[in-house]
């Protein structure tokens, strides 16, 4: 089985203007065709998400006649705005809705679900979108848009900033990417209103981004980021966010929002896996967003000098959110008229210098947390999650089902390169169950084609073996496939993969034809869209695993653990000393001297 939304690289899409000529053009036919007697754009299977979606598809034919004059356009755009100011613009409040606080406000809104009472919580982004929407079209449509429509559009796009920031509660649903994306209508629509009124809202734009966004971000892996439905990081809704902030920067050139979306690219960057595979979050798990993180990535690749753009998108929205049918939906379209209107291009190249929170060269790659265990390995075009035992979950030695990842103390990083080969070398002390502090240093060496991981621990009495990953997916042409044999003959070293015992939905079984996502939101304490993914995931007791035995020439007092992942075109077979200067790890491509773990961790790298 295909994961359903890890895809092609964004990188990969035509972004020319002869090519969004091409998009925009085929835009104009579909809506042509669609456009109803009332002027309505929607797609006729659309029910949720729809208050903004007539009205996006209208930017789009309002930023084609301003590239093209087709005559067609003025009357489908006069109309179909029509139909929005006098069908999707509502001023009776929303029964149920329960985030407002001031009722009867009579300030313009737009629905999540047009039925009062259904599903009402979706209001707040519903009407960030239709802002977006209509200063997009106030942007584009001058001598297209009569004097008395504008005027209503500008005084229906202030209504809805007003609702957003005065009638309801700012953010209700802690999403970074919907609360930022309602400053960057602010920011937009400050630009139509007289200059008082117009000053006013940029303004209070800024100080609603510093006090209610910026003063709230949630660190991780060293970063600090705009929080994604409570958590830090989603990775659909993550690269959105990163897409505002680029928007934020364009329209208002305040340097916060070009740092800020610096700090998020680079997280970003950091946690991506070479080949652009990425999952977890608060929100979903697997799910990336596709046209609408292009403009973000594409404009920060080029200031943090990065490969961006290898991040995988759902290509079934390249270029526009699409029905099932695959037919034009207008959810989300500003996006589409933003990168159209940007002119940055993608920077094609990995950063060089190294980054704490991940070791990469060629098609290897392994993504850190926190705590500086690996989050994602990738080699060999094979994907590794941190596996599980005993509802323990990570990378590292196990002793009598106690699994040594956690930190009791700092944790120190060593980068290296020597003659093609990267290295990092990660030292954390470890508490286990007897309450004794064990030193764990792990090395990871690559050639950019394979991963040699090394670790050492004091010697651990009972049954041990280090938890070495959870196969989980491989690239598979343009797509990545959920593989259920492990990978085996990518994964060398005195390797077992085990399964779990027991079956229940807290243990995941490879073999099953089960995505992580499923697995997660199976045990997530809310339902499959509000749920945490992520928390229902720490749920899981076992899951399959990659169990590597201690090196049968382990020094005296020691453990150590070899595996290498990739290509097995050359013997594997690791030699260890221990001498004063620390240990002596030889392999077939190179010798390493890792320092006694006490202070600052020392490395020497010599290949062979």
């Known amino acids: 089985m295909h994961l359903l939304h890890q895809r092609g690289p964004l990188h990969d899409l035509p972004d020319t203007p002869e090519a969004y000529d091409a998009v925009l053009a085929d835009v104009v036919e579909q809506a042509l065709r669609r456009i109803t007697p009332e002027g309505s754009l929607e797609h006729p299977d659309c029910a949720d998400d729809i208050g903004d979606t007539s009205l996006g598809i209208t930017s789009l034919l309002a930023l084609a006649w301003q590239r093209t004059k087709d005559p067609r356009l003025p009357e489908a755009v006069h109309r179909s705005l029509a139909f929005h100011l006098r069908e999707r613009v509502y001023v009776e409040d929303n029964p149920g809705y329960p985030n407002l606080k001031a009722r009867n406000s009579r ?12 599903h009402p919580i979706g209001d707040w982004p519903s009407t960030v979108w239709a802002l977006l929407q209509t200063v997009n079209v106030l942007d584009t449509a001058d001598g297209l848009v009569d004097d008395g429509q504008r005027a209503e559009l500008v005084e229906v796009a202030h209504g809805y900033w007003r609702w957003l920031t005065e009638t309801t509660f ?46 709230r971000r949630v660190r991780d892996r060293g970063a600090l980021l705009p929080p994604e439905h409570g958590g830090a990081y989603d990775n659909n809704y993550g690269p959105i966010s990163l897409s505002f902030l680029a928007q934020a920067h364009r329209v208002s050139g305040e340097a916060v929002f070009a740092e800020d979306g610096d700090a998020l690219a680079r997280y970003i960057d950091a946690r991506l896996t070479g080949g652009g595979f990425d999952n977890g979050g608060p929100r979903y798990s697997e799910q990336h967003s596709a046209f609408e993180a292009v403009l973000g990535l594409r404009y920060f690749s080029g200031r943090i000098g990065s490969d961006l753009g290898r991040y995988r998108g759902d290509s079934r929205w390249a270029r526009h959110a699409a029905g099932a049918d695959g037919g034009l939906d207008g959810h989300f379209a500003f996006m589409l008229v933003w990168q159209i ?25 392994v993504a850190f947390d926190s705590r500086m265990t690996p989050s994602l390995l990738e080699a060999d075009g094979t994907y590794y999650l941190p596996a599980a035992v005993n509802r323990q979950h990570g990378f590292g030695p196990v002793r009598d ?24 070398l990660v030292t954390k002390p470890v508490v286990g169950r007897d309450h004794v502090l064990r030193h764990v240093r792990s090395l990871y060496v690559t050639d950019g084609t394979r991963l040699w991981t090394t670790v050492a621990v004091e010697r651990l009495a009972g049954e041990r073996y280090l938890l070495a990953g959870m196969p989980y997916a491989a690239d598979d042409g343009d797509r990545v496939r959920r593989i259920t044999d492990g990978g085996r003959g990518t994964v060398e070293g005195t390797v077992n993969l085990t399964h779990p015992h027991l079956t229940g939905p807290d243990r995941f079984d490879t073999r099953e ?12 304490a809310d339902p499959r869209g509000y749920g945490d993914p992520d928390e229902g995931w720490r749920h899981i007791v076992a899951t399959s695993a990659l169990e590597v035995a201690p090196a049968v020439d382990s020094p005296a007092g020691l453990d150590v ?19 004063p200067a620390g240990l002596t790890v030889r392999t077939e491509a190179f010798t390493a001297v890792i320092g006694n773990p006490e202070g600052d961790p020392e490395l020497t790298l010599t290949p062979s």
């Open 561 to 579: 653990f070899a595996v290498r992942y990739g290509p097995g075109d050359s013997p594997f077979s690791p030699a260890f000393e221990q001498d």
């Open 170 to 215: 700012f953010n209700p649903q802690e999403a970074g990417n919907q609360a930022i994306g309602c400053i960057v209508g602010g920011l937009m629509l400050a630009r139509h209103l007289p200059p008082e009124r117009g000053g006013s809202v940029r303004s209070r734009a800024i100080s609603l981004y510093a006090d209610e966004i910026r003063a």
């Open 513 to 524: 034809e089960i995505t992580q996502e499923q697995a997660a939101f199976a045990l997530a």
């Open 107 to 118: 300030l313009p809104y737009a629905r999540y679900v047009l039925e009062a009472g259904a």
């Open 341 to 365: 209107q940007d002119d940055s291009r993608w920077h094609r190249t990995p950063r060089r210098e190294p980054v704490r929170h991940q070791l990469r060269a060629g098609t290897v790659s």
């Open 401 to 424: 089902g106690f699994l040594y990842c956690r930190p009791m103390g700092e944790v120190r990083v060593r980068d290296v390169r020597s003659g093609g080969l990267t290295a990092k």
